[in-house]
Structure formats: structure tokens, C-alpha cells
């Protein structure tokens, strides 16, 4: 598939795949800076994606980077919808106990793309099932 995505800093870089498998396409930041610790930083990525319809980019955390320097994605998984044509910005929390550096071009998080579905929502009653309105734990599976 392909993803046209436009350079809006000089110094920004296009995604990259790390691997031949690899489903996530790194981003890279724009510029650097520090993540004090406990708090969030929004780091630009210097591009912007023309996504093809029918497809969302999701952005998840870098495991490297969430598991060895405290640094994810502040809303968990960010979401670039098929018509949004701004820049790619990346709020990073930093879950650690020190601050963080962030450096210009480091990877800060991965890009998948994939397709969707949308719904015709209507109200209406629902079928019944054997969980029923069970929440969470009610399947009795720890």
C-alpha cells in the first residue's frame, strides 16, 4: 500500500520499517528534549501522511523505549484518521523516576496502518448471551 507523507521540517525522516516482518514503522522525532520525570512532552516528527481511505494509522509505544527508558505514548494509542493531513506529533510520558532525553532523529514510537470498519449505530434491545452484562472479571479467568 502505498502512503504519501510530506517532509515539513528538513531535518525530519520518513517511517521506517526495522525489519522485513515488522508491522510497525518507526517515527522519528524532529527535534529533541527532556521528559522530566512523571510528566509529558509532545515531540513533532516533522511529517505528515496522506493515508488511503478505509485505513487508520495507530500509534503505538516502541518497546525498547517504553520498557528500558520509561518513555510511551501518553494517550496509550494515538490515532491519525484517513483525512487528517497535519503533522504527526507524539505525546511522550515519561513513567520513570528520572528525567529523560530525547535526542533529534531518535525513534519515538511506531506507525501501523491498517484498515477499519465503520457502524451504523440504532438503538434497539440486545440478544441475550450467557455473559450477559458480566464486567469485568466475570468470565472467572484471572
Known amino acids: 500500500m502505498k502512503v504519501t507523507v510530506k517532509k515539513l521540517k528538513e531535518e525530519a525522516k520518513l517511517p521506517t520499517y526495522g525489519t522485513r516482518g515488522a508491522a510497525g514503522a518507526d517515527l522519528y522525532t524532529a527535534e529533541g528534549g527532556i521528559v522530566p520525570a512523571g510528566e509529558t ?84 434491545d440486545l440478544s441475550d448471551t450467557n455473559r450477559g452484562g458480566g464486567g469485568f472479571g466475570s468470565t472467572g479467568r484471572a
Do not use: M, W
Not at 80 to 102: M, P, Q, T, W
Open 41 to 124: 512532552r509532545f515531540f513533532h516528527t516533522g511529517i505528515a501522511v496522506e493515508l488511503p481511505e478505509g485505513t487508520v494509522g495507530l500509534i503505538y509505544a516502541r518497546s525498547g523505549l517504553s520498557c528500558k527508558q520509561d518513555l510511551a505514548p501518553a494517550n496509550k494509542v494515538g490515532v491519525i484518521d484517513s483525512d487528517y493531513r497535519g503533522e504527526i506529533v507524539v505525546a511522550l510520558h515519561n513513567h520513570g523516576k528520572e528525567e529523560r532525553a530525547v535526542k533529534l532523529g531518535d525513534r519515538i514510537a511506531q506507525l501501523v496502518v491498517t484498515p477499519y470498519l465503520t457502524a451504523d449505530f440504532e438503538e434497539g
